[in-house]
């Protein structure tokens, strides 16, 4: 890419010095001269600090309510309305702030790998490292691509820098982030948290997708020698990067895809990956992808040999690297496949009452789906003592703009139409709930993934769980017989029936608020606590 000066007069914007599309190379001198914080990791990856901010604020989104997508949208504490006019003020204030500052920088790049599908996206920022951290998250167009850009259709205006006026109508902080789908404009305000600029396009294309029938989705994918393709969907920890970091597998994507009727494609151009323990050892793709064009994230350092130490949360928990997705060897680029064969739901279950491994069948692979469970285990917030459930939406209600049956809906159709196979795979504790049990190994894990691609499961003996309906097969290559049923693994079968139906209560009473956009048949394929 070449750097050139580049006019936002379309956008209400007059400051002279524009920078289009630096390379990293350029943006590193920038980050330098001008990141407070900014410093450069004996990797060679480019150390900074989001502010205040460390996260992203999902109560401070809003989306402008307009008449043309008003019915569209699920509104509620997910997708928090904003007028218009407040919207157009926010924008003001951001514009405003652009204006003061003696450079800018713009990042032009496409969502999407599909060319027939993807978007263009504009980034104007104020901080180098916003601009970095785009270069690598978005698609980099080639020389003659960026030439030929033309007008976006999104734009983001970051001015994160900037607070957001809390007098403002329906403004509850500092911090505001406004999507606008008739305006095509995102307006970024009091929080300089690079995630919000990426989620906030994740959430553009969770719209305008389906309404074209195409799924996106919340997932990382991979690909096997013959070309088939596996979907994980998870929440954090369960296992969702690292199951999908396969090396006898092609790696499309960690995070974001769509599934047309061409097959999947990845939406973005890199990877963000939690940095908090990491190792050669554990991780050695993501540790090895951490280099010159790299953004580490609220990461503390040696003062004197700037070595990174991944185990300090002193920041935060949620540091964080961001790098291109050919910084992982065994990417496929483009990051385009076939219709998958495997749908994979991953679910971290403290409770140790879900099984490692089961086969779903098409109706509870949806319920399971809207459910999008795992959960929280004693000691990593406070107050919690024993396991919580979580349930989040298609693995990812942080980010869905329509109703989650929508999405639910549309990966059925996909699933029938393609005939994939969905399965539920429990990462969680066996033996008993956390702090009793043990987590299951990580090795039978991978084994049973690898069952999975082999075809291993496609035959055998299956027994169904008489709670939650689920088909358990009794045998997986290279994973122990005894852990298969988990009422098995637990010394006291009572106590196991107690921890199942309360879990079972839990998933009942969570999938209330989904029944009036659900069909019967996913209703019923939920629990049936009174069979127990």
Known sequence: MTTDTFSLEKHRIDVANVVRNAVPAELYEEAMANEVDAAIADSGALMVRS?????????????ARHSESADDVWWGPVNIDVDEHTFEINRERAIDYLNTRKKLYVIDGFAGWDPKERIKVRIICSRPYHALFMWNMLIRPTDEELAAFGDPDYVIYNAGQFPANRYTTGMTSKTSVDLSFERQEIVILGTEYAGEMKKGVFTVMNYIMPKKGILSMHCSCNEGEDGDVSLFFGLSGTGKTTLSADPRRKLIGDDEHCWSEDGVFNIEGGCYAKAINLSAEKEPEIYAAIKFGTVLENVVYDERTHAVDYDDTSITQNTRASYPIEYIPNAKIPCVGGHPKNIILLTADAFGVLPPVSRLTPEQAMYHFISGYTAKVA??????????????????????????????????????????????????????????????????????IDAIHDGALDEGAYVEDPLFGLAVPTSVPGVPAEILLPRQTWSDGEAYDRQARKLADLF?????????????????????????
């Open 508 to 532: 009942t009473k969570n999938f209330e608020k989904y029944r009036e956009g659900s069909s019967e048949a996913i209703i019923n394929a939920g629990p049936v606590v009174e069979a127990v």
């Open 51 to 63: 502010g205040e901010k460390t996260g992203r604020s999902p109560k401070d989104k809003r989306i």
């Open 379 to 448: 000691g990593t917030e406070m107050g919690v003592t024993e396991p919580q459930a979580t349930f989040s939406a298609c693995f990812g209600a942080a980010f869905m703009v329509w109703h989650p049956s929508k999405y639910a809906e549309l990966l059925a159709e996909k699933m029938e139409q393609h005939g994939a196979a969905a399965w539920l795979v429990n990462t969680g504790w066996t033996g008993g709930p956390y702090g009793t049990g043990s987590r299951i190994n990580l090795r039978y894990t991978r084994a049973i």
